[in-house]
């Protein structure tokens, strides 16, 4: 069975990974398993330097073929923020609740929901061990909600509304979400990428 390790403590992410890569044959390892382990600071650009810093840093320290994910919310009305400070956005707590209240604070004044709109992006990075890092995008479109609405997901999914489906991430079930998600997308483009390679 092919290992791989997700290079993410994010407990969110790492149950979408499981049910994504486990159903393909894979053996999903998180740093969740590796409470010890070394902390990457985030301090790219974007969310494809951030993965490739992350990726690099697991697969180099546990020699393990290693995928890791950077991703986030981007807001039009707010300039693409939060952007790579998504998880950190309210505080380096990274309180989803504090996040998601700020957001809608600083959307408080526009009414409309096409005035408010955004995507999540998810940028994935493959590094095996000695070879060349591999990166692929994914993205999922969407609204800021007024309020939040919805019980499942994580971060974000509560305030954001799908653009094809007008309902919540939250709303979705684990199933849905895994059809139509960022994650998911960059995820289909990254098969791609390892059963070429
Ligand atoms: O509602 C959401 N649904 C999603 O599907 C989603 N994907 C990402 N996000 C947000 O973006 C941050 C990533 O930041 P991030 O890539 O640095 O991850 P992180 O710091 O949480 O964990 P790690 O992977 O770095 O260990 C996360 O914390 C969330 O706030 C999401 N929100
Ligand atoms: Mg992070």
Do not use: W
């Not at 604070?105 to 526009?110: G, M, Q, S």
């Not at 094809?164 to 098969?191: V, W």
């Amino acid at each position: 069975m092919r290992e791989i390790i997700i290079a993410t403590k994010n407990q969110g992410k790492v149950k979408e990974f499981e049910s994504l890569l486990k159903p393909m044959g894979f053996r999903v390892q998180s740093l969740l398993d590796y409470p010890l382990s070394i902390d990457v600071e985030e301090t790219g650009t974007t969310f494809e330097e951030n993965a490739i810093l992350k990726a690099e840093a697991i697969a180099k320290a546990y020699n393990r073929v290693t995928i890791a994910d950077d991703s986030g919310l981007m807001i039009d009305h707010l300039g693409g923020k939060p952007g790579i400070y998504s998880a950190r956005y309210a505080g380096l707590d990274k309180n989803d609740e504090a996040n998601m209240e700020k957001v809608l604070e600083e959307l408080a004044a526009v009414e409309a929901l096409e005035d408010r709109s955004a995507r999540f992006a998810c940028a994935l990075a493959y590094s095996r061990p000695g070879q060349m890092t591999k990166t692929v995008v994914g993205t999922c479109e969407g609204f800021i909600a007024h309020e939040p609405i919805g019980e499942n997901g994580f971060g974000y999914d509560p305030i954001f509304i799908v653009r094809d489906l007008h309902k919540t991430m939250a709303q979705l079930s684990k199933e849905e979400k895994n059809k139509i998600s960022h994650r998911a997308n960059a995820l289909k483009k990254l098969i791609d990428v390892i059963t070429e390679s």
